[in-house]
């Protein structure tokens, strides 16, 4: 489901991860030594979580970009989307770059051969569009 893009919240996806750690200790017993590891991921994955809403935002009300595009981006988010963007893999590369060459190509760059992101001309629609990529 997460692949596929299928969680319109962090909530609908988390209840999914809490359902394999409910699995794992209704199958193996609660004093199995997978329950007791299931124990253990389950406690950093809500810290992990907990971390993610309070930095980004719950969204428990649904897809944030759809609400806040018109809302200005802050240093902040464009930092982290900028160093977010430097993670993707080739596929997923194309994808921003299609979206951006679309949408606002004056924040696209050619810089000998390769092409370069100037995140600080985007406009906040294209933002907010990528951070929901």
């Known amino acids: 489901r ?6 319109a919240t962090a909530q ?4 999914d991860v809490r359902q394999v750690w409910q699995n ?5 017993g609660p004093e199995s030594h997978y329950s ?16 993610l809403l309070n930095h980004y935002g719950s969204s428990s009300d649904g897809p944030r970009a759809a609400k806040r595009h018109d809302t200005k981006m802050t240093y902040e988010e464009k930092k982290n989307l900028g160093h977010l963007v430097g993670l993707l893999d080739e ?4 994808e921003v770059y299609n979206l951006i060459q679309a949408h606002c190509p004056r924040a696209l760059a050619d810089a000998g051969g390769e092409v370069e992101l100037d995140i600080e001309k985007l406009d906040n629609r294209t933002a907010w569009a990528l951070e929901r990529l």
Request: hydrophobic share 35%; net charge neutral.
């Open 24 to 28: 794992c200790r209704q199958y193996n």
């Open 36 to 51: 007791k590891l299931a124990d253990t991921i389950s406690l950093k994955f809500e810290a992990d979580l907990q971390e």
């Open 91 to 94: 596929a997923s590369t194309t």
């Open 2 to 7: 997460l692949d596929k893009k299928q969680y």
């Open 12 to 15: 609908q996806m988390a209840a």
